[in-house]
């Protein structure tokens, strides 16, 4: 269950992280860009694979013989949680590289409202045509909030460290599946037997058998 929060709120978060990259990319007019491109569909796959593999883990939950208690997929949650908590550093530098290094420059609020700097703001710090500084600096202050060394922290260590969950993946893998599918595939009979593969239709001969 612990796992699965962290897959749950992690979604969410990161649907902002995303967004907040192709909104930049926008406001800078490097939509187009390839290699901006490249970067926003990596994004997307992040985002995407982290949240079907936390829906897996509730949709193939498990139930505890003897009980009517059903719990999330402990093999899918903490892949889950490995697979967002071990990609978050590069998603964090897709980010920053799209929103430039202003994340670390951008003037304060106070510089914003004050009369005197405001119209120096305005004009040098907006963004495409149309994009007013104000709109952008939020969108600034939002990625740095999101990038801080806080967030890459927690993402990388609560709900377990990476080695955590690759304990608990080892643990949990069917590793007899995988090699009676293999054994299959090879022709490998010694004698073994699983209650899936042992299941299926030989294949047909081949010079080997």
């Known amino acids: 269950f612990h796992r699965l929060s962290a ?5 969410i978060e990161l649907e902002l992280l995303v967004g907040a990259a192709a909104l930049m990319a926008e406001y800078n007019g490097l939509e187009r860009a390839p290699h901006i491109q490249d970067k926003l569909t990596w994004l997307a796959m992040y985002i995407e694979g982290t949240e079907v593999l936390g829906r897996a883990a509730c949709e193939h939950c498990v139930k505890e013989p003897g009980t009517d208690l059903v719990y999330p997929n402990p093999i899918y949650s ?3 949680k490995f697979f967002f908590a071990d990609n978050y550093h590069q998603a964090i530098k897709y980010l920053q590289d799209i929103a430039g290094g202003i994340v670390a420059t951008a003037p304060s609020s106070k510089d914003f409202l004050n009369p005197e700097t405001r119209p120096l703001i305005e004009k040098y710090l907006g963004g495409k045509d149309g994009i007013p500084a104000e709109h952008r600096l939020r969108l600034v202050k939002l990625i740095k909030d999101l ?3 806080y967030e890459v922290v927690l993402t990388l260590h609560a709900e377990g ?3 955590a969950q690759r304990l608990s993946i080892h643990v949990l893998a069917d590793f007899e599946r995988y ?3 293999a054994k299959r595939a090879a022709r490998i009979k010694d004698g073994t037997e699983h209650p899936l ?8 001969p081949t010079s080997l058998a």
């Open 7 to 11: 897959d749950a709120y992690k979604s």
């Open 78 to 80: 903490n892949i889950s």
């Open 147 to 149: 990038t801080s060394s």
């Open 161 to 163: 460290s990476l080695a």
């Open 179 to 181: 090699k009676a599918a």
């Open 197 to 204: 593969y042992s299941q299926l239709p030989d294949f047909p």
